[in-house]
């Protein structure tokens, strides 16, 4: 994974530190994000936490369709009812992302922005609360416990022994291989690969790139490199949103819609969007719903999985947790050069506490298991280093309430 350079208009190699002298901390602000003696600055962290939010708010998207769109054994919906609700969902879910990304800043002091976790979303939508008795209270109460029992092997010491047991070169390949992962996912939501005999490795729709989604992937990438490699602050965010403006005005005018592929029912739409038109048919601000807060009932959780079902379920959703923040967090460390020669990351365990409280908080707002993005190395990559950008990736999840 490429590191960031602290300073947009130095040199990529750092001057050699026994001839540098540290500059002293500017304010209260400074002093308690250390975000001089990082080598940031304010604008900075704010600039790397605009682009961190930007690179992770398609949760509060994403989270209501995978577990606001589906009932439980009884037949309600997340949020109470028979029909979903997803603004309840969507509330929600940004507003257990921006407590907690801010508690990781403010406390962890860590540029790492937490939100409801892909993958453990879908494990409970599909498996969990499809059971026999199961509400989504109760899928919910199994997610607290887990959380507790994670935090619990926190407090413990043991998942940071776990951490400190992984080598350093194995660190370091967790890094080049998270870089790797979040290249191929964009790749693939932009359709710039799509599958080819289920396997995601074909070059646009038919072998070669065509429609305007396309063009404005290509477009954005291509603009996001150039402004890079001159140094320009603020490459990445002016990229993101340049090529968001550029979506916007070609969907009115073009109205190519949502993306469809082609089957058994006609030719579908392989040119529309792939993850959702970029239009606005409403005014956007609206008053939140928070039904889903304090939805949960561990009890009826583990009566209708009973108690080996409930522990496998705990088990897990722990697994999944315990080795996903592993990766990330030394993969957002390393892009900030916050790794020291014998692998460690300053205040590793506030990170892994946070971390683990992300799971009840997750469970208690009724949005699944929170934990680390690794969409936090997009903000590192723009000059991030402390836990201020983190704090701005918080607030900005608050106002999208």
């Known amino acids: 994974m490429q590191q960031a350079d602290p300073s947009p208009s130095s040199s990529r190699t750092a001057p050699d530190a026994a001839t540098t002298t540290p500059e002293a901390p500017r304010g209260a602000l400074d002093r308690w994000f250390h975000i001089t003696a990082r080598g940031s600055t304010i604008p900075r962290e704010i600039r790397g936490g605009i682009v961190t939010f930007f690179s992770m708010c398609y949760i509060v998207v994403l989270n209501p369709l995978i577990i606001g769109t589906v009932p439980d054994s009884t037949g309600m919906y997340l949020g109470g009812g028979t029909e979903p609700n997803l603004p309840a969902v969507a509330a929600g879910t940004a507003l257990i992302a921006g407590l907690l990304s801010i508690f990781m800043g403010a406390w962890a002091k860590f540029p790492l922005a937490l939100a409801a976790g892909l993958g453990l979303n879908a494990y409970l939508a599909y498996s969990v609360v499809p059971l026999p008795g199961m509400t989504w209270g109760g899928a919910m109460g ?5 959380g507790v029992v994670i935090l619990l092997l926190v407090l413990s010491g043991f998942r940071k022994a776990v951490f400190d047991a992984v080598p350093a070169f194995l660190k370091t390949a967790i890094a080049v291989g998270i870089g790797l ?9 932009a359709k710039f690969v799509t599958t080819a005999n289920g396997t995601p490795v074909q070059l646009g729709n038919d072998g070669s790139l065509t429609g305007w989604p396309t063009f404005v992937f290509v477009a954005g990438l291509l603009l996001m490199f150039v402004l890079w490699v ?13 090529a968001t403006a550029l979506s916007i005005v070609i969907e009115r005018v073009l109205h190519l819609g949502a993306f469809a592929p082609a089957g058994a029912d006609g030719p579908g739409n392989p040119g529309g969007w792939a993850m959702n038109v970029p239009a606005v048919s409403e005014f956007p601000v609206q008053l939140p719903d928070f039904s889903t807060l304090l939805t949960v009932d561990p009890i009826s959780g583990i009566t209708a999985a009973g ?44 990170i892994l506490v946070v971390d683990s409280a992300a799971a009840i ?17 997009s903000g590192v990559a723009e000059g991030a280093r402390t836990g201020l950008s983190a704090v701005v990736v918080g607030v900005l999840f608050l106002l999208s309430t």
Do not use: C, W
């Open 361 to 377: 908080a997750g469970g208690m707002g009724g949005v699944s298991s929170n934990t680390s993005f690794v969409e936090s190395t």
């Open 230 to 242: 001159r140094k320009v602050p603020g490459a990445i965010l002016i990229a993101i949103v340049t």
């Open 307 to 350: 108690a080996v079902g409930a522990s496998v379920i705990v088990f897990s959703l722990l697994l999944a947790d315990f080795f996903d923040t592993m990766g990330t967090m030394v993969g957002v460390a390393a892009g900030a050069d916050l790794v020291d020669e014998q692998g460690d990351i300053p205040h590793s365990q506030r």
């Open 142 to 146: 199994l997610v607290v416990i887990e």
């Open 181 to 189: 992962f979040i290249a191929f996912l964009g790749l693939y939501n």
